[in-house]
């Protein structure tokens, strides 16, 4: 049927360009993917509060070795100094990993240093002058659980606009998410707010459903069984594992019947699985016939 060749084509391309995200302790497990991500894939690597600067670089090394494209992340709030700010991107820039950043709030209640919010980081004016030329920020298709959703629109019109004027390109990546319509409703939105930049979809990579849900709760992630069960997950066997299958083809689907929405993409986070989620992706990109770049 011509409708399904189509869609199948659109979530190709989804999964051509789709990047992936990884901690400092998946270093081995990028090793083992190995061959299977595709040369210039963007690989995000996130900034938790239980790694320090030198596991995080080694992880930006690691990806940088594979060809691949490193999106180190900087958590505002996690920051104690500027002059940590000032190490890190310098760090990064020495390697050769400075030149696509994803700028973060980050999860304390309170600010650990002089950086309460994304914005102020994108202010302080390092970024640019640590060769950074590429931003990301993020996007919350199901709001958050502690921002209104006023202040949350405000704040994305206002990053993409800063980071504009300093002749950075800003990107969008958005919160994970199950429900394909939401994600759509919100890039809608975006584009009505002025926001034109690059969206990435965020979805979990295949794992565990128990471990899902469990991320779900502590990121204030809408999880009801409607949508859960929809994207493919079976609540009567939380042992067993989901992938994103469903989702892929239902947000496929949606962007084709609605052209304008701009430039979208896809994002993994792969919550300890990047051998996995990587498999994944090549799989489903030869099962729809995509094409390595
Ligand atoms: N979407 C994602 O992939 C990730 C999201 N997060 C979390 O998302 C939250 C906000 O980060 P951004 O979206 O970059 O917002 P942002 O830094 O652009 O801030 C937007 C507004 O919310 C306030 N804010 C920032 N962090 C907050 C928090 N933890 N609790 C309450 N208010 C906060 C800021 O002061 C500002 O007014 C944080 O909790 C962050 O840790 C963290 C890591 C990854
Ligand atoms: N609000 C919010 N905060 C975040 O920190 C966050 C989001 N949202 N959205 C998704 C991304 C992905 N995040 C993560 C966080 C932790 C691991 C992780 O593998 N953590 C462990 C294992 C913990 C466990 O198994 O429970 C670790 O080794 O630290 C992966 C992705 C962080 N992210």
């Not at 400092?24 to 040369?39: H, M, Q, R, T, Y």
């Not at 600067?53 to 709030?77: D, G, I």
Request: glycine fraction near 12%; aromatic fraction near 6%.
């Amino acid at each position: 049927m011509a409708t399904i060749g189509t869609t199948n084509e659109s979530a190709a391309r989804l999964l051509a360009g789709c990047s992936l995200e990884m901690t400092g302790k998946d270093v081995p497990a990028l090793v083992e993917a190995e061959g299977l991500i595709p040369a210039g894939t963007r690989v995000n690597v996130t900034f938790l509060g239980n790694e320090d600067l030198e596991t995080r670089v080694a992880a930006v090394r690691a990806v940088l070795e594979r060809s691949l494209l490193p999106v180190p992340h900087l958590s505002a709030r996690r920051l104690r100094s500027a002059a940590e700010l000032d190490e890190y991107l310098g760090r990064l820039a020495e390697v050769g990993g400075a030149e696509r950043v994803f700028v973060v709030g980050g999860d304390p209640a309170a600010a650990e240093g002089p950086f309460d919010s994304a914005l102020d980081v994108v202010r302080s004016g390092a970024l640019g002058a640590h060769g950074v030329r590429e931003v990301g920020v993020t996007g919350y298709p199901e709001g958050h659980p502690d921002i209104a959703e006023d202040v949350l629109w405000a704040a994305l019109r206002d990053k993409v606009s800063e980071i504009g004027a300093q002749g950075l390109q800003a990107s969008v990546i958005t919160q994970f998410a199950f429900d394909a319509d939401a994600v759509v409703s919100w890039i809608r939105r975006a584009r009505t707010e002025g926001v034109n930049a690059p969206v990435r979809v965020g979805v979990p990579g295949p794992a565990g459903v128990k471990r899902l849900l469990g991320f779900a709760r502590r990121f204030g992630v809408r999880s009801n069984a409607t949508i859960v069960r929809k994207y493919g997950f079976s609540l009567t066997n939380l042992m067993g594992s989901a992938g994103p299958d469903a989702f892929v083809d239902d947000l496929a689907a949606r962007l084709e019947a609605e052209p304008g929405l701009g430039e979208v993409g896809l994002h993994l986070y792969t919550f300890g699985g990047v051998a996995t989620s990587a498999r994944w992706v090549a799989e489903r990109r030869g099962a729809t016939g995509g094409d390595a770049r």
